[in-house]
């Protein structure tokens, strides 16, 4: 038995956090090794890759209130014009520190590719034992998904052999390749989305220098254009395409009366429907919004949600914490990064509204209030889409609306809170 099965619920072999605590410690934490680490809090914080992350903004409506304290007795006219003034500079400066920050991670990402992490027990041509550099993150993330998927296998095949006796764990409980697993989240994603930023950042600091203050309105019309450490929050929601969420939802709300979840959960990259493998790879943005999506190959598409794929394992046993105190688990996470990972999983519905409703909120206490029920939600949504994504494929990621958990998580989180 996996984390995935635990929970019998309407919704059966998915998994739902259960009624009382006792149940939870006498069955889900002693029967899965994932459910029991990513129920451990860690010190360490290594998951975060911050630098790779936009720096600070404060909202608009604050830095506007601020100004306003501080030149009360200015006409409006003169007040708005302080204000925008504030807020400008404010931008200019967040945007200058994201495209530092991209110049820095390049250099670190070298390093941990080409001196810091190199692949050992190669063997040349001529039989010799050798060291390679890591490859390119692509390849790099399918090998380490690979090497995930071997050990699942076998410890399917040790549970197969011990059935009817106690069960020793789930399959990421064993030692995974060290070599490949010897870096944190952190280098990872920092060579992963370093990746991504660098292309971007001549093209990025040369409309920087022409448009200025103006910056933000050429991001808000090509969003893409942005290093992800230039994404300003109220651009954030243009990137993640909320229309094809729609479609592919409508899509699974409709086959669910015909076809079982897991059957749907269980589709991959490769047997997945095209019409609803182009929605889910522009709903994941591994689509250009600005390219219909008809234009692109099949061919592409589905490798590009295999790739997906491969990452979200990987992710996935970072976050768990399977990879050792070091890494730390998905409670290490900060708000940024639990926000990233909750989009690349397909978890959170409405990123626009979500944005529009903190941002509205002018009181400075009450918008953390509500920013934090709403953070601490979405890290059980987390916890729940890693214990059950081991069990199923791409296909899941189409389903999430259908599988969230109705039970109020304060409880979940009061049980957290009281064992760490």
């Known amino acids: 038995m996996n984390g995935g099965s635990l929970a019998a619920s309407s919704k059966s072999a998915f998994y739902a956090f259960p009624a009382s605590k006792a149940q939870f410690l006498t069955r889900d934490i002693k029967q899965s090794q994932i459910v029991s680490a990513l129920w451990t809090r860690f010190k360490e914080e290594s998951v975060c890759a ?13 830095i506007y209130q601020e100004v306003k304290e501080i030149h009360k007795e200015d006409s409006s006219f003169v007040l708005k014009l302080k204000q925008n003034f504030q807020y400008g500079k404010a931008v200019m400066n967040f945007y200058k520190v994201g495209v530092v920050n991209v110049w820095n991670n390049r250099k670190v990402s070298n390093r941990l590719k080409k001196k810091q992490y190199k692949l050992g027990g190669i063997v040349d041509r001529k039989g010799r034992e050798s060291e390679i550099r ?22 399917k095949t040790e549970n197969d052999k011990n059935a009817g006796n106690v069960i020793k764990g789930d399959f990421a409980s064993k030692v995974i390749d060290t070599d490949l697993f010897s870096m944190t989240r952190k280098e990872f994603q920092t060579i992963r989305r370093t990746t991504e930023d660098a292309p971007k950042i001549p093209l990025f600091a040369v409309i920087l220098l022409i448009f200025m203050e103006s910056t933000p309105l050429v991001c808000y019309a090509f969003p893409q254009i942005t290093p992800s450490t230039c994404v300003l929050p109220s651009i ?3 990137l993640w395409s909320s229309s094809s969420n729609d479609k592919l939802h409508e899509i699974n709300s409709k086959l669910f009366k015909t076809t079982g979840l897991p059957d749907l959960a269980l589709r991959n990259a490769y047997n997945l429907p095209i019409e609803e493998g182009r929605l889910m790879a522009r709903t994941l943005r591994l689509t250009s919004k600005f390219v219909p999506l008809s234009l692109y190959p099949e061919s592409l598409v589905r490798r590009r949600l295999q790739e997906h794929y491969n990452y979200l394992k990987v992710d996935n046993y970072y976050l768990s914490g399977l990879n050792g105190a070091k890494s730390g688990n998905l409670w290490n996470l900060s708000n940024q990064e639990l926000i990233l990972a909750c989009l690349e999983r397909n978890l959170i519905r409405d990123i626009k509204g979500d944005v529009k409703t903190f941002h509205d909120i002018k009181d400075p206490q009450v918008r953390k209030e509500s920013e934090m029920r709403f953070f601490r939600k979405l890290r059980l949504r987390l916890f729940q889409f890693i214990v059950d994504f081991d069990n199923y494929n791409i296909g899941y990621l189409g389903l999430t609306h259908l599988l969230e958990d109705t039970r109020a998580p304060q409880k979940i989180l009061e049980w957290h809170d009281l064992d760490n």
């Not at 911050?50 to 604050?62: C, F, G, I, R, Y």
């Not at 890591?134 to 410890?155: F, G, H, R």
């Open 50 to 62: 911050d630098n790779t992350l936009p720096a600070e903004l404060k909202p608009k409506v604050e």
């Open 134 to 155: 890591i490859p390119n993150v692509t390849k790099l993330t399918a090998d380490m998904a690979q090497a995930l998927y071997i050990s699942q296998m076998e410890t």
């Open 236 to 238: 954030l929601p243009r």
